[in-house]
């Protein structure tokens, strides 16, 4: 029951923080704070139970829940990919925290830098893929743009981190 707490209460963070989004004029990619609550979520829970909460936010989402950014839900929409990146990325974080990768600030930036270097490895091809961008565009348009709000929300979890563990270990 407790696991199942956890996930169910990391997919609806997610969910919730996705909402926390800003349309951008230039590009087809929204400035949302999904990626935030994701690297959060993946530290936090670990590598199974981060995994299964953004699988089920994903999943839920596809199925028409309207919780993606900016109220979206089901696929092939230009940030898709960076949804599935989400999916990768919570794993990685996740799997690391609990090798002990989390264990200082400094080592708690550097696995969620990872586990963002991973939601572009997925989304900015996706991107590109999917509105016909060549690569340098789709890394111009859902890349760089992004650089410093991702520092700054890799930043934030990386500093709320040791209370989202606090709060894990309260959830029975």
């Known amino acids: 029951m407790r696991d199942a707490a956890l996930v169910l209460g990391g997919a609806g963070f ?3 923080l996705a909402q926390w989004a800003i349309p951008l004029g230039f590009t087809p990619i929204p400035l949302s704070l999904g990626t935030f609550a ?3 979520t993946g530290a936090a829970l670990g590598a199974g139970r981060g995994l299964a909460s953004v699988g089920i936010y994903v999943l839920a989402g596809m199925a028409g829940m309207p919780w993606f950014a900016e ?3 089901g696929w092939g929409f230009p940030s898709f990919g960076y949804l599935i990146g989400f999916i990768l990325a919570a794993t990685l974080v996740g799997a690391l925290a609990s090798r002990g990768g989390d264990r200082t600030v400094l080592k708690t930036i550097g696995l969620m830098v990872l586990g963002n270097l991973v939601i572009y490895a997925v989304g ?3 991107l590109a893929a ?3 961008m060549d690569l340098s565009t789709a890394i111009e348009k859902g ?3 992004f650089l410093l709000g991702d520092g700054l929300k890799i930043a934030a979890a990386a500093g709320l981190l040791p209370g989202a563990w606090a709060l894990v270990r309260r959830v029975r």
Do not use: A, E
Request: charged residues 5%.
């Open 130 to 132: 999917n509105t016909g």
């Open 143 to 145: 890349l760089t743009p």
């Open 38 to 40: 994701v690297l959060l």
């Open 124 to 126: 900015v091809p996706y």
């Open 71 to 73: 109220h979206r839900s």
């Open 14 to 16: 997610i969910g919730l």
